[in-house]
Every structure is written in C-alpha cells, then in structure tokens.
C-alpha cells in the first residue's frame, strides 16, 4: 500500500505536482510511474508470493544498474536524468521497493514501531524523494519530509481499514488492539462499536502528532520550495478531520475528500506560494 497510488487516475499525489514548475513537475511524473510500477510488481498478475519476490529482486538489479548508467527498463529510461540532475540517493528507491515487499510477507504488526517502518519504507521515502526534487536548504527538513510520510500513511491505514481487511492484511498495531480489547475478528468483520471508536481516536490522534512534528521541522523560508508538500499535507489532514466527523466509521463506506476540494487545496498553497515569491 505505497503512498496515495491506490487509484492512479485520482491519486492525491497527482494534486500536490499539478501547479510545480514543468521541470520539476515531469520530474514528479517519473517517479510517480516508479512507485506505480513498484507497487504493481506485488499488486498485479500472479497470486504466487515467491513469484512476486523474484520479481522485486529483478527490479532492484534493474535499480542498481540504473545508478551504474546501465538503463534498460522504460520506466528507468524516463527517470534516469531526473536521478542524476535531482541527486537522489539509491538508497530511497530500494528502501521503497524494501517496503512494498513487506506487504508479500507481512499482514500483521505487532508494535507501533514495526509498523513505524513500514511507514518510512513506503511514504517517508517517497518524501524524501520528493524534497530533492523540490529543493530545500535545511537539513531539518528531512525531519518534515519523514514524519509528513508517517503522518500521511497512517492516514491512509485509516481510511482503508476495511479494504485492507478484505486482503487479508491488519495495519493497526496488535498492541493497540488488545489496549482497547477490539480483536482481530471483529476488525475483519467489519465490528463498528464503541471499543473501535476508541482505538480509531487513538490512532487518529497519532496521525494528528505526526503531522504537528513535520509542521514543526518546516521552516518559513522553505515553504516557497515545499509547498507541493504542503497540499499533500492539507488534503490528507483534511481526510483525516473527515473520518473523525463520521464518527471513525469507515466501514460503511470509503471516506474520501472530493476532487474539487482538493483543486481549491492545491490552488490555495500555489496562490500563497507564488505571492511569497513575489515580496
């Protein structure tokens, strides 16, 4: 479950670049189809596990070959130079291909912690990806780009709890579970009571943490840069703030943020971002 490439043709991803300047937006584009294409290696086609994984070694020896100038794969064709001109570590793209993995051999989480780096694995380093594109100049902002990406994705753990359900897969922690006696049978039967709320409200406010650490680690002379990541922020927040309102009940249906809420998110922050620009 990659960060926001659930549905490519809505993706809140495809949002937060639309209004970046043409390099840096074409850049965007090429590593959207890397992370489309990571995740379809495990999402599409065979249901064989060890199949899957074969596949995923094949494309990190493909990774590596890219960094060495060796390009063969179409979609490496079409990032290469963005890898080089934006300087972006190896090391994120094979952290991500790392985490699209787990998905094969991991459905459970026993700990916040191990959660906690499947997040990293999946969104932080799309993250830190995406600020090499951007440009930034503060160190801390490593920090915003890798607790953004944890608060983000376990906004996502949220909304799909349910779809997750239905594969077979638990992103909550089990600890958080057993805190508010809510077990894994009545996630996977859809069990919308009062111990679900309470555990949602948890895990909400954890989300609501994160997103105030990576505020925190934003500095005002960057926000200029970032601001494609701020609309990322504000999208999720605000799908966020929408499951808090229907009562954590995402299991009657999938809790979305509209498209045209969405356009006058993205078109808020390249407003403020071009009127910084020009002081």
Not at 214 to 224: F, I, K, M, V
Request: net charge neutral; glycine share 2%; hydrophobic share 40%.
């Amino acid at each position: 479950m990659t960060l926001s490439l659930a549905n490519p043709k809505r993706s809140n991803f495809l949002y937060s670049f639309t209004l970046l300047p043409k390099r840096e937006r074409e850049a965007m584009h090429r590593i959207y189809d890397f992370c489309r294409y990571t995740d379809d290696l495990v999402d599409e086609g065979t249901s064989e596990v060890e199949l899957k994984r074969i596949r995923l070694a094949s494309w990190r020896h493909e990774v590596e070959a890219c960094y060495q100038g060796k390009v063969s794969h179409p979609i490496l064709r079409g990032l290469h130079t963005v890898l080089d001109h934006f300087e972006i570590p190896k090391e994120y793209l094979l952290a991500l291909i790392d985490g699209v993995e787990m998905d094969l051999i991991k459905t459970r989480y026993e700990t916040f912690e191990e959660l906690r780096e499947y997040c990293y694995a999946v969104a932080s380093t799309v993250g830190l990806i995406s600020i090499q594109v951007f440009g930034y100049k503060h160190e801390e902002t490593r920090e915003y780009a890798v607790n953004l990406g944890y608060a983000l994705q376990l906004t996502n753990i949220l909304r799909d709890i349910k779809q997750d359900a239905s594969n077979g897969r638990i992103y909550l922690p089990l600890e958080d579970l057993r805190r508010f006696d809510y077990d894994e049978q009545s996630l996977m039967d859809s069990r919308y009571d009062e111990r679900f709320i309470s555990l949602m409200k948890f895990e909400a406010e954890r989300a609501k943490d994160y997103y105030s650490k990576a505020r925190s680690h934003l500095r005002n002379d960057e926000r200029h840069a970032l601001f494609a990541a701020e609309i990322m922020d504000a999208i999720y927040f605000r799908l966020l703030r929408k499951i808090e309102r229907a009562d954590y009940d995402v299991f009657s249906k999938r809790i979305s943020v509209s498209a045209p809420h969405k356009l006058l998110i993205a078109f808020k922050f390249w407003a403020n971002s071009y009127l910084r620009s020009t002081r």
